[in-house]
């Protein structure tokens, strides 16, 4: 199978969170070889937590790719922050996070943060299919 991939430019919504889940969704339904409900979910985590933290700490703007390889899917997602993302203890008391880096790193077969030229960032999570 050749690589096949989807992009989408979210807003500055939780609508357009939502909106990037969908598109993924379907472009994962439409492979021609078909993925375990797990892989699914799996991919549609990765792409909510990319996207939404690129929309709540990366500027505001973010641009999700997602693309199948034969052995994986991959999910990109690009901001304009240069920070990259950090691990932090996630926040059980007073609800300000933590969590979602974390639960990308664990749910991906690799990450990866590379600085883009034109600046920001891309986010890269390998999720093993």
């Known amino acids: 199978m050749d690589t096949m991939s989807v992009t ?13 889940r969908e598109s993924a969704r379907h472009f994962l339904e439409d492979l021609p070889r078909v993925i375990t409900a797990e892989v699914a979910e799996t991919v549609i985590m990765v792409v909510s937590e990319l ?4 929309l709540r ?13 034969p052995d994986a899917i991959e999910v990109a997602v690009r ?26 790193n664990r749910l991906a077969h690799t990450t990866a943060v ?14 093993a299919r």
């Open 57 to 69: 700490h990366g500027g505001g703007i973010a641009i999700m790719e997602v693309s199948a390889h």
């Open 79 to 104: 901001d304009d922050s240069p920070r990259a993302p950090r691990m932090r203890t996630p926040d059980l008391n007073r609800g300000t996070g933590g969590f979602g880096w974390l639960m990308v």
């Open 114 to 127: 590379t600085p883009r030229p034109t600046g920001g960032k891309t986010v890269k999570a390998l999720i």
């Open 8 to 20: 989408v430019t979210p807003a500055r919504s939780s609508t357009s969170i939502a909106d990037a």
């Open 51 to 54: 996207v939404t933290n690129a």
